[in-house]
Structures are given as C-alpha cells and as structure tokens.
C-alpha cells in the first residue's frame, strides 16, 4: 500500500514525533549532553532558515518531538531532514532516526497546550523521575518561566498567550496544567493522531480544513464501499 504524503494545512501548526534508532541510542556519544545542545543548535538554525515558528520541542531518548508551524509543505521536512543529516556527519554513523517522521495537525483552542505538555513531558517516557523543567533540551522551562535563559526563538503559540494576561499568569498557569498532566483519554488520542499522521480535533475543525488540506484529515471508512441500491428492482 501506497503511504500517503506528509499531510500539511496552510497557517496551521503540526505535532511532531520521530523518534531515534537503537543505533544511534547505543552509540556511545548518541545522548551525551554535547549532542543534545547541538541538535538544539541545529534545531534553531534551521527552523530560522526555513521560516517554520518552533512553539514547543523537546529532544531526549524519547525522540524529537516538536510543535510547530511551518511556512509551508516543505519547511518541516527540510528541518527534519537537517537534523539527521547533521546528526548521521558529526558521529559518522548511518540513518539515525528509525524512519521517516509522523505528524498530526491540533486543532487550536483544544488539542494546542494538551499537544505541548504532551511535547514537554516526552522525556519523561525514557526517564520516569525526570521533572520535566529540569531537562534543558526542551522547551519546558521556557513555558513554565523557571529557566535563567529561557530561549528567545521559541514562538509562542496564541493558545499559549490565552492563557493569561502577563507573563507570569501564562506561565503560572502552564506551570500548573504541566503538573496535572494530559488525561489518559488525551494520551491516547494524541498518540493515535500521530500514528495515523490525522488532524487531532473535532468533526467540524476537519470538515473546515478539508477544502485546504493536501490530503485526507482523518481515517477512511473500513471494508469495500457500498454499491448504490437502485430502487426500481432493476
């Protein structure tokens, strides 16, 4: 079967997953500190080059995860594609990502900040008793405000900014949501869209974008259509 292409909506963000393979985990400077703030480098080069506004990221173990908005179709496969082609020269090592990169797309005022807690709390699944804001290779406490030298590139989503009227209302506020953490029911949602590369939101979000859309937004119907039923016996 035929994979579909990277789906992609003008002006709307994307979440982001491609997670690392064993070979580059196992190689023995894959995951050391030196290498994590080089693809945070390269992560802010290239989204600067390619005109894609970065609103969350984080790169761990657990892979590079990403909420993002790009210019258009082109500029968060190229950001992608650099980080690994940068990534595979500086250790001389192969492909380093398991495949090709999954996305979803949420839908604003819904699935925006439960997306980017999802982002920010991603190290977590490699490391349990992490607190989230202590892992500089996010963009956590640039969120939350608990960093010295919060990162001036991040582009705060208008989700975000709804979330008070001050800096210190937005991030006590994101604090707060990052501590309580997405519902299972959210989880499982968000990773579903991400495996299926589907819109994340509700039927009338998709029906508004679908015009737009390069491709499909959701799953098709299972099994073979249904023939018409004519009804004069024929």
Request: hydrophobic share 40%; proline share 7%.
């Amino acid at each position: 079967m035929a994979r579909l292409p990277r789906l992609y909506v003008p002006g709307q963000a994307q979440l982001v997953h491609s997670t690392f393979s064993p070979t580059l985990l196992s190689h023995a400077e894959g995951m050391l500190p030196s290498t994590l703030d080089e693809l945070v480098n390269w992560l802010r080069e290239e989204s600067a080059r390619k005109k894609v506004q970065v609103h969350g990221f984080s790169i761990s173990a657990a892979g590079v995860a990403l909420l993002a908005t790009p210019n258009d179709a082109t500029g968060l496969p190229q950001v992608m594609q650099a980080l690994g082609r940068n990534l595979a020269a500086m250790l001389r090592t192969g492909s380093v990502f398991t495949g090709r990169y999954r996305s979803a797309i949420p839908e604003p005022g819904a699935w925006i900040l439960p997306a980017l807690i999802w982002v920010d709390q991603l190290a977590q699944l490699a490391q349990p008793l992490l607190d989230p804001e202590t892992w500089r290779w996010s963009s956590c406490s640039t969120l939350t405000g608990s960093s010295l030298q919060p990162l001036g590139w991040i582009a705060f989503h208008k989700d975000y900014w709804s979330l008070g009227n001050t800096p210190f209302d937005r991030q006590a506020h994101y604090r707060s949501m990052l501590a309580e953490g997405n519902t299972r029911a959210q989880q499982d949602e968000i990773k579903q869209a991400i495996r299926g590369q589907w819109a994340l939101g509700s039927q009338a979000f998709i029906d508004t974008l679908e015009p737009m859309a390069n491709r499909r937004l959701q799953p098709g119907q299972r099994g073979r259509p249904r023939k018409n039923m004519r009804q004069d016996g024929a």
